[in-house]
Structure formats: structure tokens, C-alpha cells
């Protein structure tokens, strides 16, 4: 229907008039789907103290419409929820070009939409702590035209989830999809020009190691999870960018990525899931086995997934073992962590991703429901040869896209 779905640009000229209309109740009041919406100019950010306060203080009006907003539609809303709410970024048409280059492995120009993609979360997420609404499915950066566009993992980190009314609010979500990054800023809230070491260009590597490393950096998405008890769905993707860190490399262990996943398995509960679709996520083999086990998730799926130790052995034969709950996988362009030859080769035949109508006896992908579920994974991980070839090339830059240049 017309009014239940409704897209709103996180700005003082579009949120005031927004929580007006809800307050008047009435017809603006049946919105079950909302989509929040900031804005990455491709101006040059102004990274001073007077522009900080000044941000700080635009993102309270905003978030304080937006709860007035909320708690609107829970008042006077025909269930009390949304549906669904999705958090998202508009890239200005001047920087399009600049964040979406012809050639997909060129530079990009990824500052303006992660500083707004920060924004918009700091000030959409809090503003549900000060309403009574409540979510049932949450998406994060995570929709379809969200290509490059990822919260970096420390915000979560820094987040303060035990905002009053904040876990009332999540408590009855039961989906999340959810793009997040490593760490791309020196400095909490993208830091002062006047700072020493924020400067990108000024940085250095035993500058870079530590914050990279910085165990808070990998906590946040573990506390996020403990809010949602009902969770039966998650959408885990995973973009690798140096950002501001530019004297570490995207592979460098000392990025840490797998701590990201340790940091849920450690948690004394976890939800009990009927899907699970991480896609480039890394991990070691121990902590996915256990979250796939503890979660007892029905539908695995795992897209670009990266073991940086142990292999998918154990992971494989706990999803066709009888004991197990799982209905249904897809795997697709795994890796383990073998230099020589790391890319996951299943036996069997599939569709090909590149083009050519299905594949051989060497698949990047494997999918079992149903009747096939059960069946005994066999794969390897053989020596391969490079491969040229137009659609290759297609599915290559269709990579940089979707998970950044560390694929």
C-alpha cells in the first residue's frame, strides 16, 4: 500500500516535517517499512573542532526529531512495530564518479559515504533508545544499491547499547542484515585536521599496527547480538578497505579480521537462528564450526568466506551429519589458508559464475537441500592456473565492488 512504505533523508528540512505528520496520526501512521537515508555530498569534509560541535549538534536535533517520530508511530501506528527498518547512503551524482570508477581495482574516493554512513547510524540508532517503537527486521548498509558503503566495525564498538529504551526497542527484531568494514578512521569521529597523525598521508606503520589491533575494534557486533534474542536471521557481509590506515596492507594479519567472529562465539548465548548468510567474513575454523553448532542454524549459506586457520572439513561434515539441523547450504569461492593453492574446488557440477553455461569437476560453488542434504562435501584445494577471459574479468571487478580490494 501507498503509505506503508517510506523513504526519509536524515536532515533537519525532511525529519521535522516527518514527525509533524506522525503526530497528527492518521494515514502517515501506517508506515511499516521505513528507509533512513543520509547523504555523502563528496564535499571536503571540514575536519576541525567548530565543524565537530557543529555536526554533534545537528545529529542530536536530528536524532531527537526521529524519536519523536518513533514514538509517534508506536502510539498511533496500527501494530506498535515496523516491519522493517533500513539504514542507508545516497552518493551525490559529482562524487558517483569518484566512488564508482570504470575500472573497478582503481583507487576510490570512500571518505564522504563512510563518514556519512557513521552519521547516519549515530544518529538513526539512538534515536530508537528514546522511543517505544520496536523493530522486526533491521538492515544496516547492507540493501542492494549499498555497493561500497559499510559502517566500520569499531563504531559498533564504541556504541553505547545500554542506552535506556535502546534493548527494548531491538528486542523483537528477528532479522538483521548488516554491511560492516575494518577500521577505517585514525581518530573517533574521523578526527581534527589540527591532531597529529590523522592526517592519512602522515601516517605510519607502527602507527597503524596498534589501531588496527586495538581489541575494542572487534567487540561491537558481539554486543549488538546480545540485544536481539528473537534473531533468526542474519546477513553478514564484510568489506575490506585501508582507508586511513594506508601503511598496513588489506592482508596483513595484523588487521585481525577473524576477531570479529571470536569475540560472538565468545559470548555465553548466542540466538538460535534458522538462516545464516555470512559473505566475506574471516574466520578461523574452530569459531565458525561453533557458530554454526551453537546457533543451530538451518539454511548456511557462506560467500567469500576466508579461513585464516584450520580448513572447511569440520564445517562441512557438521552440516550433512545426521545429527545436525541444517536443511540447506550454498558455498561459494571459499578459501583456506594455503598460499599456493587457497581457492576451494567442489566435485560435482554447477552454474557458472563466469558465464559459461555450468562447470566441471572443479566448482567455485556447491548448493544441497532436500534430498542431497545429507550427502558426504567432497572437495580440494588444487593448484590453479590464472584465468583470463572477459567474464572473468567481469566477476573480478564485481569483487573490488562487493568486498573491496583485499579480494
Not at 261 to 267: F, K, N, P, R
Amino acid at each position: 500500500m501507498l503509505f506503508k512504505s517510506k523513504h526519509v533523508e536524515l536532515k533537519e528540512q525532511a525529519l521535522y516535517p516527518f514527525a509533524q505528520e506522525t503526530q497528527a496520526g492518521g494515514l502517515r501512521c501506517l508506515i511499516q517499512n521505513l528507509t533512513l537515508s543520509g547523504f555523502a555530498s563528496g564535499d571536503k569534509p571540514r575536519r576541525t573542532r567548530t565543524w565537530k560541535d557543529k555536526m554533534l549538534s545537528s545529529r542530536q536535533r536530528n536524532s531527537s526529531l526521529l524519536s519523536h517520530a518513533f514514538d509517534a508511530l508506536a502510539k498511533n501506528g496500527p501494530t506498535g512495530k515496523l516491519e522493517s527498518l533500513s539504514l542507508e547512503v545516497t552518493v551525490s551524482p559529482n562524487l558517483q564518479h569518484r566512488h564508482q570508477p570504470t575500472r573497478a581495482h582503481d583507487s576510490f574516493d570512500w571518505r564522504h559515504v563512510w563518514m556519512a554512513a557513521v552519521e547516519t547510524f549515530l544518529t538513526a540508532v539512538p534515536s530508537l533508545a528514546g522511543s517505544r517503537i520496536q523493530i522486526e527486521s533491521l538492515t544496516i548498509f547492507n540493501g542492494p544499491e549499498q555497493q561500497r558503503c559499510s559502517l566500520p566495525c569499531d563504531v559498533l564498538a564504541k556504541f553505547d547499547w545500554d542506552a535506556p529504551g535502546l534493548p527494548k526497542s531491538l528486542s523483537s527484531v528477528r532479522a538483521l542484515s548488516i554491511s560492516l568494514s575494518n577500521r577505517v578512521f585514525k581518530t573517533d569521529e574521523f578526527g581534527d585536521e589540527d591532531r597529529r597523525g590523522v592526517d592519512p598521508d602522515e601516517g605510519h606503520l607502527h602507527q597503524d599496527i596498534p589501531i588496527a589491533q586495538d581489541e575494542s575494534n572487534f567487540t561491537g557486533l558481539a554486543k549488538f547480538l546480545q540485544l536481539l534474542p528473537q534473531l533468526k536471521s542474519i546477513d553478514w557481509h564484510y568489506f575490506q578497505l585501508r582507508g586511513e590506515l594506508q601503511h598496513l596492507s588489506l592482508r596483513s594479519p595484523e588487521r585481525r579480521h577473524e576477531r570479529l567472529l571470536q569475540h560472538i562465539v565468545g559470548v555465553e548465548t548466542l540466538p538460535a537462528l534458522t538462516h545464516c548468510s555470512l559473505r566475506g567474513v574471516y574466520a578461523r575454523e574452530t569459531d565458525l564450526l561453533a557458530f554454526i553448532k551453537r546457533t543451530g542454524v538451518a539454511e548456511v549459506r557462506l560467500i567469500n568466506v576466508h579461513l585464516v586457520s584450520g580448513t572447511f572439513r569440520s564445517i562441512f561434515d557438521h552440516c550433512t551429519s545426521a545429527a545436525a539441523p541444517v536443511t540447506e547450504v550454498y558455498f561459494d569461492n571459499l578459501t583456506e589458508p594455503t598460499p599456493q593453492s587457497p581457492q576451494v574446488r567442489f566435485f560435482g557440477r554447477a552454474r557458472s559464475r563466469l558465464g559459461y553455461g555450468e562447470e566441471g569437476y572443479y566448482c567455485r560453488s556447491l548448493a544441497q537441500s532436500g534430498g542431497d542434504i545429507k550427502k558426504h562435501i567432497r572437495y580440494h584445494t588444487p593448484p590453479l592456473a590464472p584465468e583470463d577471459s572477459p567474464a572473468m574479468r567481469e566477476w573480478r571487478a564485481f569483487q573490488y565492488r562487493e568486498y573491496g580490494n583485499g579480494h
